[in-house]
């Protein structure tokens, strides 16, 4: 949660100031939060008080949205002929992408159901996709056939076609900015390109291994790239440096993820372990032990205070960021979990698992409040959208259902 202040300058030109209020909770004093604001922002004065109130009051309703209701099946897509590989959702929720063996990606209205476009061109596996959000009108999709292509999400266009990976491109995002593409291949590089001229703009080269996940952090400035060579590797993205290599796993790093403010970021391993890493030293906080299995997804919730872990063992465990403590252990899948994440709000877990279900969980008590039934093979992709009152989950059974 925040608020976005935008101002002019005495050139008529406007600027955009970010406050994040990570801490806010429905509990909280608002006139405290506000009192606080005004006094360390020079840009909000007294007379603002009572629009700023209103627009935390706002935030906290957010925030408290969707907490009883149950989650119903609204739709069942078809969606491809061979098997589906990934799915992701646009910043509203409203449109949606799916990947897959058949070598497109397509791309559906949520709430018709509709198929809106299909985007056709490459030459394999369409493997990894996603939307530049928060805008939402572009699309990436990587393949098995080296290359990561570019579309217009409304058109359908091909922008450009990025070419220079040696073997499949296995995990990409755009950063939050929009204008650069990080891929990650199993040619032990990942590359940075620019958004508008098609070029490559650095080869993070230094992996010993595949690259299996990668994450940029909140202003785009650094990423870091998971490894199956054991490691983690935090790079400058304006000159395509390594700042560190995170070691100390055991065996092949299987996600790994910054959280919202950038100075911290997690690992999860095939080795069973979640590590903490401080960014800025290049140095392990914490090793997060109890899963008897490896661990396949992790996670931060929006502000970074918790995160979770998601296992081959089928059970997935909460943990303090500061403290390391175990906070909670969702248990409750007969088989493995793949994909793991939280609501926009925290409150809630959403897990992904090869009994062909997936669950919703409370995150303080740890219970189980909905288990998604009817997929017939496993589920491989769940996601939330932004305003976390609506599910996607994606199956080896062909199907994308809407909840």
């Not at 063996?101 to 056709?120: H, M, P, S």
């Not at 493995?336 to 959403?350: H, M």
Request: proline fraction near 2%; glycine fraction near 8%.
């Amino acid at each position: 949660p925040g608020i976005i202040l935008e101002y002019q300058l005495r050139d008529q030109s406007t600027e955009m100031k970010e406050i994040d209020l990570l801490q806010l909770t429905p509990e909280v004093d608002v006139d405290v939060i506000v009192n606080q604001i005004v006094f360390e922002e020079p840009l909000i004065t007294e007379s603002r008080k009572p629009y700023l109130r209103r627009l935390i009051y706002k935030l906290i309703e957010k925030l408290e949205n969707n907490e009883s209701s149950d989650y119903f099946l609204f739709k069942i897509l078809r969606a491809h002929i061979l098997p589906l590989t990934n799915c992701a959702f646009n910043k509203s929720g409203d449109r949606f992408i799916t990947g897959s063996y058949d070598r497109t990606c397509k791309v559906w209205n949520t709430i018709q159901g509709d198929e809106l476009l299909t985007l056709e061109g490459h030459r394999n596996v369409v493997y990894a996709i996603a939307f530049n959000n928060p805008y939402g009108d572009k699309i990436i999709t990587g393949s098995f056939d080296k290359t990561c292509k570019l579309w217009n999400s409304e058109t359908g266009q091909l922008y450009h076609t990025y070419r220079g990976h040696a073997t499949e491109i296995v995990c990409l995002q755009f950063n939050p900015q929009g204008t650069v593409i990080a891929t990650g291949s199993m040619d032990n590089t990942a590359r940075l390109w620019d958004v508008e001229s098609g070029e490559c703009l650095h080869t993070l080269l230094g992996h010993t291994a595949e690259i299996v996940s990668l994450d940029f952090d909140t202003q785009g400035q650094r990423i870091i790239t998971g490894s199956f060579d054991n490691t983690v590797k935090v790079w400058d993205v304006r000159n395509g440096r390594c700042i560190h290599t995170l070691s100390g796993h055991q065996s092949e790093v299987s996600s790994c993820q910054f959280n919202y403010s950038s100075d911290i970021c997690i690992s999860g391993s095939i080795d069973r372990s979640c590590k903490v890493w401080d960014v800025q030293s290049g140095s392990c906080i914490h090793t997060l032990r109890g899963h008897n299995d490896e661990i396949l997804d992790v996670s931060f919730n929006t502000t970074g205070s918790k995160l979770v872990t998601a296992s081959a063992d089928g059970n997935a465990r909460v943990y303090n960021t500061m403290t390391g403590a175990c906070h909670a252990v969702l248990g409750g899948h007969e088989g493995e979990i793949s994909k793991i994440c939280f609501n926009p709000q925290g409150s809630r877990i959403l897990s992904a698992s090869s009994d062909k279900t997936a669950r919703l969980w409370d995150v303080e008590s740890g219970e189980c409040l909905q288990v998604f039934e009817g997929h017939t093979d496993e589920i491989f992709s769940c996601a939330f959208n932004y305003e976390g009152d609506t599910i996607i989950t994606g199956s080896k059974d062909n199907t994308c259902r809407i909840w």
